[in-house]
């Protein structure tokens, strides 16, 4: 029988921090009427402002709060914290820029922001956990919350779809992953990654049961990373879901499980280098291809982004694949630059969208240029981020990724991955031209921005080029909290 | 002073950058205030320019170093020698024309315009002036931004195709170069280009196989540029479609930069490899002299007349680069000058006639030198200027061509000749049938002739063509040194290779 000892508490503080305000949210909520549900919102807000804070907090002073918890099943290193702000960055973000979206779609129900700081303690649970039993909660704790979400909108039938539809194919895929760690489990006996990893074999010299375990945790992984062949369920969801949350859900659930990845794949189970290299690489080239080629032919943009969310989980495997600290902080950069673009793009196209997301196709947004420049411009600058132009964090991203990879001598996959960005730059291109290229009126003209969402829509801007062109304080911190993994 | 001295070539960098910032906090209401921003941030950006140009040899070539990215580790490295100042040059030269050419015929939008020609302005001098590989890069990536704008917003019928093709064309090319920059980057340690230079020279660090391979990264990004033969297919639409002053820009400074790119990257870092597929670089290009002169003979459009040639007209600049001669290097430097002032003018006359008639299909004109004396006057000059008439500017760069492909081999004299003859058939015969003869059209009897803004950037053009053709020593001189030095190095690598040649050690290299 485990003791729970204070310092156990201290180091998984932001989490608590997170898990208390969530309920506090849900307990206010029937005490407050109409307009001020926006105050929920607030609360949330300031939750994940505290939690963050408690991050920097221990960061600064390590004592106690970083260390390993709970008999080695939690560890709280620079490695979790980083992953845990970028998870923090997302929620806030996303709670700025829903206040408003809820109100004006009638769905301005305190049980948003609740569920979206419960789906935050789970993905920072996934970060933080060194146990595969821990992160298997972490992970479902993060996909229920964003099942619900995905069907927030209860009037709209495809939301309905999209959440039944990620529901259903998030549990059999979760399923595989307790399968894996099932496997893990009777081989070793524990499910702990540090005792696992050194009786799973000699480099090499894997059993096939070992081998198929990881390759079964890495099928649960990758539904979650929407990476080929698995990622049929995203475009259907990511274009069902409200905008906000298809925001929320491409990058966090994406981080969280690319966390996880990390820990198993490159930080404990190092021996089985070769088969892992394997998956990587074909995963890898596999998504990008499969991403990008589906992005071509979309109209919708909701749907557009999330093919090339597919693309993207495909550059960041390729970081994976090439491992090492180089990889990893590689990974870590590019993961934040795409949070960054993905949730500003989102939270645009969410308000462009106007009530009960009508316009939510390229041809909604003709002459949108002419009209409200500094929205176009907005949004370009995020297509031109994702699509990986100069300047912006998207570049050095991709750049810092195929650096790590050419380091590895995945000369291959690297010029694969550089040609599926230049391809990558039609589709995004499409938009563009639809914006600035076209003479045609916009309804989207009318649409009014509310501050929060301008805050938000700064805050991922400012961003993207302070990353693409300062990078070094925060290359710094990524390889920090890469090495941490292998202390 | 220092201080400027020191920063010479930030500020010709980020002055048009700066005038484009002006313009876009000016607001959306006064375009003729935009347009005079834009030309006084342009013609003080020629100013740094020419400085630039005469004072880079007593300067140390303007250097400056400052660190930017740590790990790995990235510079701001700038410098110039006579190669980049000339280019720069030329960048200032025509974009105060670009602004001044598009004074009345871009009146929508005319704010982002100008916007997007001074950001374009600072890309290109920054594609020059890098010797950080990464920085390089930087620039070039940037740059296709505001020229795909440029072309898409502001262009004909087939914008949206034309902007788009162009750049997936680039990028597709940039995609392999960027593969190359870091795969060397691993090899060397280093994106200065000086450093991974020497470390190249010093411990002969790639393999040949890995040396043709990066060749072949860098070549085929410059080559799509340029464009070399089987890539060309983009220029056409691109520069059909473009605005006018999109074309002169294009045609005058982006397609130099694939040229640059070769000269500066191609041939001092894998000299092996660019002996080794010289001939067959060779032969691709005078196949893009004969192809673009025969094409540009049959074209209706006199708009895509002239960018054919250009492709002929670069085939020259890619031959004299690949002879590996010091006096065809020159000539192919000074001919991506001249071609960058004729093709340039010629685009200008096109766009002038355009603005007039909306049409720019031969057949619809005829006569004009009746209706249009000043004008037709000024396209006979710079006509004969693109075709490489003695005591213009396009003689010197042919000439110097072919005289260095001799001595490399006489049939690459003999198709190049031809080609020089084919420009004249289809330059000659244009001009006949747009201004000789009756007048067929009614609309083209009362057409007005030039204005005072049109015979200033006309004027200017023609002093530049007759300046450079009468007296090119001065340009030459400054050429001469830089392209000295390369050529030394490019013969002592290959010597240093072939003097050992049996031992080569497979431990170097990856």
Redesign the interface.
Known sequence: MMTLLPVDMMRILPEIILSVFAVLVMLLEPFVRGASKKLLGWLALLGVLAAAGSTVRIWLYPWPGMGTAFGGSVSADEFSFFFINLFLLVAGLVILGSMDYLERNHADHGEFYALTLMGTVGMCFMAASTDLIMIFLGLEISSIATYILAGYRRDDRLSNEAALKYFLLGSFATAFFLYGIAFVYGLTGTTNLLGASTRMGAPGQWTAFAQAGLILMFVGLAFKLSTAPFQIWAPDVYQGAPAPVTAFMSVGPKAAAFSVLIRIFLGSFTSANALSMKILWISAALTMCVGNLGALWQSNVKRLLAYSAIAHAGYVLVGVAAGGSKGISGVMYYLTAYALMNVGAFLLIAYLAGPDEQRVEIKDYHGLA?ER?AVAACLTVFF?SLAG???TAG?LGK?YL??AA??SHL?GL??LA??N???S??YY?KII?AM??NEDKTECASVTLPWPVRAALGVSVVGIFYLGLA??DF??LT?IASTSLFK | MDWLNEHTLTIVIFLPLLGAVVIALLG?TRASSARAVALLFSLLTFLVSMRVYLGFETCHGFEEMVPW????PVNYHLAVDGLSAFMILLTGFLTPLCVLVSWKSITE?ANEFFIFLLALQTGMIGVFASLDL?LF???W??M??PM??LI??WGHER??YA??KF??YT??G???M??GI??L??VTGSFDLPRVMDHLVNYSALSPVAERWLFLAFFIAFAIKVPVFPFHTWLPDAHVEAPTAGSVILAGVLLKMGTYGMLRFCLPLFPDAANAFAPVICFLAIVGIIYGALVAMVQPDLKKLVAYSSVAHLGFCVLGIFIMRPEAVEGAIYQMFSHGVSTGALFMLVGMLYDRRHTRLIKEFGGLATSMPIYSTFFLIVTLSSLGLPIMNGFVGEFLIIVGSFYRHASYTVFASIGVVLAAVYLLWAYQRVFYGEITKEKNRNIADCDLREKLILTIMVIVIIGMGVYPQPFLRRLDRGVTTMMFRLNRKSLLLTDRAPARHPGVGR
């Open positions: 002419t420049p031109l132009f100069p300047t570049f750049f195929f650096r050419i380091h000369v690297t010029i550089l040609l960005s230049a391809v730059v039609y291109f031209v600035y290229m990078p070094n290359m710094g390889l | 959306r990215m740590g790990s790995p939008r990464l890069f930087f620039f990536e940037v296709l931004i795909y704008f898409g917003i914008r949206v902007s788009i750049v997936l990028m597709l940039s995609a392999l960027l593969t870091i795969y980057y691993n």
